[in-house]
């Protein structure tokens, strides 16, 4: 499959982008700064904002699926990304959309300390990614929104798990990056993730 990767530039996206290509997909990443990723076989690299609807609209022209792990500490930016997927698919057709976003969202499900910190450090991330949701929710899109524990720079274990709508999620709950990506790439094909938001720790 050839796929869109929004954020491929950071941490998580870098790593969705290498397991990709090892995977056999054709990867085209969305970045504002090309010179951060370095070109192989597989891999089309395209200047341009996330956030703007015509540089993502013309990106994802010819992809099967678009996973975005934009990452940001205030600001709308991964909102305005969000948004300007939506509004590419109804010009490209492409419907299917990973997105990352946090358990930092589900405030009602947070220990006490998760809350804190989701209230204070995290705010603002925390409120972007909340209405990124919303838009997406109410989009037409074949979405699954990734709602990661804290994330961290350790190996992958290929033990992922899915949490419970009924568990509490604290601080110390934690996934590695590498299982992320790895979750997302397996999430493409999965029809059971369809339209739905998932809790995932490691």
């Known amino acids: 499959m050839k796929l869109l990767v929004l954020g491929a530039t950071g941490a998580t996206g870098r790593l969705v ?23 192989r076989p ?19 022209t010819g992809v099967g699926a678009v996973i975005s792990t934009l990452g940001a500490t205030g600001g709308t930016v991964i909102t305005d990304a969000t948004r300007a997927v939506i509004s590419g698919a109804a010009t490209t057709g492409v419907s299917r959309f990973v997105e990352l976003s946090s358990f930092a969202v589900l405030r009602e499900r947070l220990s006490a300390p998760a809350k804190l910190m989701a209230g204070t450090a995290m705010a603002a991330m925390v409120k972007d990614k ?22 961290t720079n350790g190996p992958a274990t290929g033990t992922t798990e899915q949490l419970p709508e009924s568990a509490t999620l604290r601080m ?20 059971t993730t369809s339209r739905r938001s998932v809790v995932i720790a490691g």
Not at 143 to 151: D, G, I, P, Q, S
Request: charged share 20%.
């Open 17 to 39: 982008v290498d397991q990709a290509l090892a995977a056999g997909h054709t990867v085209r990443a969305l970045v504002r700064s090309p010179g951060k990723l370095n070109a």
């Open 172 to 191: 110390a709950d934690t996934i590695s990056r590498a299982d992320v990506a790895a979750w997302m790439l397996t999430a493409l094909t999965n029809p």
């Open 130 to 151: 909340a209405a990124a949701e919303d838009s997406l929710r109410a989009s037409d899109l074949d979405y699954t929104l990734v709602r990661a524990v804290r994330l």
């Open 42 to 60: 597989g891999l089309d690299v395209v200047a341009g904002q996330a956030s703007d609807p015509g540089d993502v609209t013309q990106a994802m």
